[in-house]
């Protein structure tokens, strides 16, 4: 018999596009994960990581987290476990683990956290522990499930947390190390093993998968190495990883090593990608058995780019469900009721972004200062130049200019 696992990440709960929230989107995804994991009878849910959009979420988005993971538990029926990202704070993700592995909900904040021995009513059991490892008991099963885990931590913070004195070797060689260690211990063929991680993975020498936009960068000094698929130890039968938001596989050597998508696109940079969450199936000594199921809830997110209103508009109507990034290309600067014009259309315009089109007829000199601006002047100064520039030369009144440098005054005070 095998064990089934769903496997998800980069909630983000509590996140917003621009000034628009998305919570009721995230409720409904949220409810959406929840009927899958039934639908599919899942034994395990692996959250790996980045499970609130900040380090101190609101009320709002907490509610949501702590009943969503209860629902997943189904009162301690189904093992939950979640680790921290690099949005989360570790101590805010562990504070209510007491109350929540009474339920079979483990929640992992740091590379070192070891979790205490635990069994719920159902019989979900802790056999084995050591930081960064732990192996449960299910009563579906009479073997172990076996988990290896790595919530994020920056570089320095990650070696300190393993115990490593010798801050010269790379972070990548320091978790190999670490979790050929945990896996040479206690990873055989009697049991099913698993690594669960937030952090930047990829195949060596292989072409780097761009951060989303808007994402907290872990590539950056002070953050985090990209760690490569052959880290991984031969024993693990399957990967779940969190922190790039795109549905994709790194490697399949020594097994699959999987990044599952966000549940929701958060950035235009997403904008068009199937989001997901991925069911596998895991028997002792044999390969993993997953395949994605693709989310439905949720708005999507589209980008557009038009050289007439009237297309613009058009695009608008034909997309009323989507948030929109417009693009207008213009020779001039996009004025008041131009932008009204198109938020009368559309409700959900994230972005309205002028392109400057140079005039073929103009000299290069003008066409230069169309595209130029000189970022050293003064706000009195900018303010002059693009009132003469949108008005046709003309030279703001004193009358005007007193109420600019007045609103000005008071922005300083």
């Known amino acids: 018999m095998s064990i089934r696992i769903l496997h998800t990440a980069d909630w983000h709960l509590g996140k917003k596009l621009d000034h628009f929230s998305r919570l009721e989107e995230q409720v409904e995804v949220m409810n959406e994960i929840c009927e899958i994991a039934d639908q599919q009878e899942v034994d395990v849910v692996i959250v790996a990581g980045d499970l609130f959009d900040t380090f101190n979420p609101s009320a709002d988005a907490q509610d949501l987290f702590y009943k969503t993971l209860h629902r997943l538990s189904k009162g301690g029926k189904r093992i939950v476990f979640t680790i921290a990202g690099n949005h989360d704070m570790p101590e805010r993700i562990e ?38 490892f732990v192996a449960f008991k299910h009563p579906k099963v009479d073997f172990p499930i076996r988990i290896l885990y790595t919530p994020y931590a920056n570089e320095m913070r990650l070696k300190t947390f393993l115990g490593i004195e010798d801050r010269e070797n790379s972070l990548r060689d320091v978790l190999a190390d ?19 991680a937030h952090l930047y ?20 000094i002070g953050g985090a190495q990209a760690i490569y698929s052959e880290n991984v130890p ?31 696109s958060y950035s235009f940079s997403e904008a068009n990608q199937k989001k997901q969450v991925v069911i596998i199936d895991l028997k002792p000594g044999e ?44 020779n001039t600067f996009l004025d008041a ?45 900018l303010f002059v130049e693009y009132f003469k ?12 200019m007193n109420l600019f440098n007045e609103v000005i005054n008071k922005e300083n005070d």
């Not at 109350?99 to 909900?105: D, F, H, K, P, V």
């Not at 060596?204 to 950056?220: C, F, M, N, Q, T």
């Not at 520039?389 to 005007?400: R, V």
Request: proline fraction near 6%; include cysteine; hydrophobic fraction near 35%.
């Open 201 to 220: 993975f990829m195949k060596k020498d292989g072409e780097p998968e761009s951060e989303p936009e808007g994402e907290r960068s872990i590539l950056h």
């Open 337 to 381: 009721q131009l932008r009204k014009t198109l938020a009368i259309e559309h409700d959900k315009i994230v972005n309205i972004i002028p392109k400057i089109i140079l005039d073929k007829d103009a000299s290069e000199e003008d066409n230069n200062k169309l595209l130029s601006i000189d970022e050293t002047q003064d706000l009195t100064s």
């Open 95 to 132: 504070a209510p683990h007491p109350l929540a592995e009474l339920n079979g909900i483990i929640l992992c904040g740091f590379p070192n956290t070891e979790i205490k021995p635990f069994k719920t009513d159902f019989g979900i059991e802790v056999v084995q522990s050591e930081p960064g």
């Open 234 to 264: 031969s024993q693990m039968q399957y990967v779940a990883l969190g922190h790039l938001h795109r549905y994709h596989s790194i490697d399949k050597k020594p097994c699959p090593i999987v990044y599952s998508s966000s549940p929701l």
């Open 178 to 196: 670490k979790w050929k260690y945990l896996a040479d211990t206690f990873c055989d063929e009697k049991g099913v093993n698993l690594l669960t």
């Open 287 to 330: 390969q993993a058995i997953y395949s994605p199921i693709e989310l439905t809830k949720g708005f999507g997110l589209l980008r557009g780019e038009f050289s007439a209103l009237e297309e613009a508009v058009e695009w608008l109507r034909e997309n009323q469900n989507k948030f929109v990034e417009l693009t207008i290309q213009t």
């Open 389 to 400: 520039y949108s008005s046709g030369d003309k030279i703001p009144s004193e009358s005007l």
